[in-house]
């Protein structure tokens, strides 16, 4: 006997984009993994309205849903999709206003795949792609609620992004929240590919920089939409040395940037990486990573124990100071979600 799924059904069909007959891509993959540069290609695609910023839709759409008056709602909800184009989103915003008042208990997921498929044919466009980090944390939802929705996951190896994140930051947390996250999305990531093996793409940053063409011509494939090498012609975006910045003199993908970690980390921030890091899919995806064979001294792996030890607290303490500032319940409520995915609930 099937599980009940009168409380789904409802926004399975609601969250159809009927007008669009391409549907919508979702790029997602940790900090510094070729989300933005991905989104550009898309940039290049003529049909394609890719929205390069990252909005905030899923991490507040319980909240949205609360808004009881449909003027308020649809605002809100336009501001969290953070549209660059001014103009494009204050024609989107009165649409969504007209659009809710209308239809008043339309559900807070549906008003945003309505906003968007407003926005994708008012541009002229026949399909929508957006990238952020957080996308793999709702994956499941995505997926499950959007029938014609795909999701591309960009896989790096954790070595390099703390590497970059210690370029771009070296103040800020650079191992224990953001290697759980890491492992928590990869879990999260092996399980939807055996789930929505037609509709979730992973692919690792190493080779799409090492071999653009062959890695872009699989992922429009998974699209269903021919593939040009023009649109490979992009700025070398996000460089981790300087601020986010999504231009560049230099142009097309750059792989000078492949595990240069053991240029900026020190033996004992290594160390710290591999015990905080998940084995199995690390020597799946990653059986040949340069700094394998290396000989580790005592001393360094009891430093890296120690600092291992020690991060929670500093960690917790960021955590605590993030909650005083503004929209205190959101953040309350993400932190116990990225609780509970950690420890190894669902990925709803």
């Not at 591309?152 to 370029?167: G, M, T």
């Not at 103040?171 to 224990?176: E, P, S, V």
């Not at 090498?229 to 003199?249: A, F, G, I, M, Q």
């Not at 750059?254 to 033996?267: G, H, I, T």
Request: charged share 30%; hydrophobic share 40%.
């Amino acid at each position: 006997m099937t599980e009940p799924t009168s409380q789904l059904e409802p926004a399975i069909n609601k969250a159809n984009t009927d007008q669009l007959e391409i549907g919508p891509l979702f790029i997602c993959g940790r900090q510094h993994s070729g989300n933005t540069v991905t989104a550009c290609v898309f940039e290049r695609v003529a049909n394609c309205l890719s929205v390069n910023v990252e909005g905030l839709f899923f991490e507040q759409r319980s909240l949205i849903d609360r808004i009881k008056d449909p003027t308020e709602r649809a605002k809100r909800l336009v501001d969290l999709l953070k549209f660059e184009d001014e103009e494009l989103a204050d024609r989107t915003k009165h649409w969504l206003i007209d659009w809710q008042n209308k239809t008043p208990d339309a559900s807070a997921l549906d008003c945003y795949c309505q906003a968007m498929q407003f926005a994708t044919l008012d541009s002229g466009k026949e399909f929508w792609v957006r990238r952020a980090t957080s996308y793999i944390f709702y994956a499941q939802e995505i997926l499950t609620l959007m029938p014609k929705a795909r999701v591309l996951y960009l896989l790096r190896n954790p070595h390099d992004v703390c590497a970059s994140k210690k370029r771009r930051n070296s103040k800020r947390d650079r191992y224990l929240g953001w290697v759980i996250s890491w492992n928590r999305g990869m879990r999260i990531a092996l399980d939807l590919e055996k789930k929505f093996p037609d509709r979730f793409l992973m692919k690792r940053y190493e080779d799409m920089v090492s071999m653009p063409e062959q890695v872009f011509k699989e992922i429009f494939n998974f699209m269903g939409l021919p593939f040009s090498e023009d649109y490979l012609n992009v700025p070398h975006v996000n460089r981790s040395e300087k601020e986010y910045t999504r231009t560049s003199e230099k142009r097309g993908f750059n792989a000078s940037r492949l595990y240069y970690y053991k240029e900026v980390l020190k033996p004992v921030e290594i160390q710290v990486v591999d015990m905080l890091t998940w084995k199995e899919p690390m020597n799946e995806y990653y059986p040949d990573m340069p700094h394998r064979d290396d000989v580790i001294s005592l001393s360094t792996r009891i430093l890296a124990l120690l600092t291992v030890a020690w991060s929670p607290f500093p960690f917790a303490w960021r955590q605590f100071r993030v909650l005083f500032e503004d929209d205190m319940l959101w953040r309350l409520k993400r932190l116990f979600r990225r609780v509970a995915l950690v420890l190894g609930g669902s990925s709803r």
